[in-house]
Structure formats: C-alpha cells, structure tokens
C-alpha cells in the first residue's frame, strides 16, 4: 500500500499522550517502514550531513557500498515517505532532507 504520509502534519500526538488511532498508527508505521532499513538511514544520514544539506546520487553509492539502481530505489522510498526531495539534474538526482518531517517524527516521538 503506497499511502503519501503528508497527512502526518499535525495528526498524530506525542505517543505517549494517548493510544494511538489506527490511522494515524498507519501513517507513522509508513515512515518507520521508509527507516527501518540499515541502508537508507545510512543514506539519509549522508544526505542530512552534506554540505548545504544536498547530496548528488553520484555520491552516494561508493559510501553505501550499493549500485546506481539500488541507491535510487532507495532514494524513492525515502521520498515517498516524506523524508528527501529529489531534483533530476541530467543522469543525477540531488537530494536534500525535509526538516519539517524529521521536526514532525521528533514531536511524534516525545523529543
């Protein structure tokens, strides 16, 4: 199920405020399913902590150790769940973190 997460704004709760719904237990556990992945945390670490926080995908295979194709799958699923923007530029595509939803995971999360 490809669901977007941009409902997350202001959805869900701290979760130790109150039991989570079922939605928005749906909509968190999409995110965390984008971040359960050793290799994408690994990439959006990279991302986060690149220069004016945009890294072109030339540059993140060698530290993941991955092909073109695997990266950009990975890529996509980050950004489908929220957490990069992407912008082709010729055969690369530069990503950049979106800080609003690392805010938005944080506040979920009680921090």
């Known amino acids: 199920m ?10 869900c709760a701290p ?19 984008a ?3 050793p290799v994408r945390l690994k990439l959006l670490s990279l991302i986060a902590t690149a220069p004016e926080g945009t890294a072109c995908s030339c540059d993140l295979e060698e ?3 991955k092909t073109q194709s695997t990266v950009s799958h990975h890529l ?7 957490l990069i923007t992407k912008e082709k530029v010729g055969r ?3 990503c950049t973190v979106v800080p609003e939803r690392l805010a938005q995971l944080r506040a979920v999360l009680g921090g």
């Open 2 to 11: 490809n669901r977007s997460v941009a409902t997350l704004d202001g959805c």
């Open 15 to 33: 979760l130790l405020a109150a039991p989570l719904g079922d939605a928005e237990a749906e909509q968190l556990a999409s995110v965390f399913k």
């Open 35 to 37: 971040l359960a992945d």
């Open 63 to 65: 530290p993941v150790g």
């Open 76 to 82: 996509s699923l980050l950004a489908d769940a929220g």
């Open 92 to 94: 690369w595509v530069n």
